[in-house]
Structure formats: structure tokens, C-alpha cells
């Protein structure tokens, strides 16, 4: 019987092949992990930057008792426009109401946000969305303030 199996030139050609394939995929694999990551990493920084900068606002938090309504006045007065989470707390300390997104553009620049009955304290979280090489970051929140609420 004449059997003929594949020269040791062919073999070695081909595994060497399948190793350079192989590499590859690695290689690619291992860098859009660190890519991704480094992206996320960057962004994280962008926001952390911009919350560094965006201290500047304030707040003040007022009750009406004949119209039984809590008003916060938060006015921005950083460079940039940001994003603002608003919870009033009630006097045994429960949250009364969330308000999630209250945006307000930049420099000196006031919106009221109102909640319908008496709150004695309101917690004010800002958060910021920061640019990173033209990728879409997530926002990051940044110190919170919290404020008691005055009577009129």
C-alpha cells in the first residue's frame, strides 16, 4: 500500500499560518478591551473635571404657608449648562418628592422647582455630562448640597 501524507514544507506552513491568525485575533481582542476601557476611564475624568468647575450654584429653598407650597430657587452660575436632581425631605426626615431632571443652562441662569406642601429640607444633586473625544460619556454626579427650607 502507497500511502503519502502531507510534506513536513506544507505542515510547517500551515501552523505557522494558524499561529499568525490566531495572534491576530488576539491581538485585536486584547486592544479593544483596553480601548474600551480607556474610554471609559477618559470620560469618568471629563466629568470629574467638569464637576470640579461646577460648585458654583446656589440655592434657596422657601415655604409658603397660604399657598402650602415649597419653592427652591436654584440658580447656575457656572460656564456650562447642568443637569440637577432635586429631593424634598419632610420633617421626620422621608423623602417627600424627586424631581430627577431639572436642567438649567449656563451663567446665571435661576429656575423654581415646587413642590406642592411643607418641606423642611431639600438635598440639590448635581450632575454633569463631560465630552471625551467625541464619545457619549454617561453623567456624572458631583457633590450634593443640601439646604433647610425658610418660612415666609
Not at 473635571?49 to 402650602?68: E, F, G, K, M, R
Amino acid at each position: 500500500m502507497n500511502k503519502k501524507g502531507m510534506s513536513s514544507l506544507i505542515a510547517t506552513v500551515l501552523i505557522i499560518g494558524f499561529t499568525i491568525v490566531l495572534a491576530v485575533l488576539v491581538i485585536n481582542f486584547v486592544q479593544n478591551i483596553f480601548e474600551d476601557r480607556m474610554d471609559a476611564t477618559g470620560c469618568d475624568a471629563a466629568g470629574y473635571n467638569i464637576c470640579l468647575s461646577a460648585t458654583n450654584y446656589d440655592i434657596v429653598a422657601t415655604y409658603n404657608a397660604t399657598a402650602n407650597e415649597t419653592t427652591t430657587n436654584i440658580i447656575n452660575m457656572n460656564s456650562q449648562a447642568m443637569d440637577f436632581a432635586v429631593i424634598f425631605y419632610g420633617a421626620a426626615g422621608q423623602s417627600l418628592l424627586v424631581n430627577s431632571s431639572v436642567g438649567i443652562v449656563a451663567g446665571y441662569t435661576a429656575i423654581d422647582v415646587i413642590y406642592e406642601g411643607n418641606a423642611t429640607t431639600v438635598k440639590i444633586i448635581p450632575s454633569a455630562i463631560g465630552e471625551y473625544e467625541d464619545l457619549e460619556c454617561a453623567a456624572v454626579t458631583c457633590d450634593e448640597k443640601e439646604v433647610d427650607v425658610a418660612t415666609v
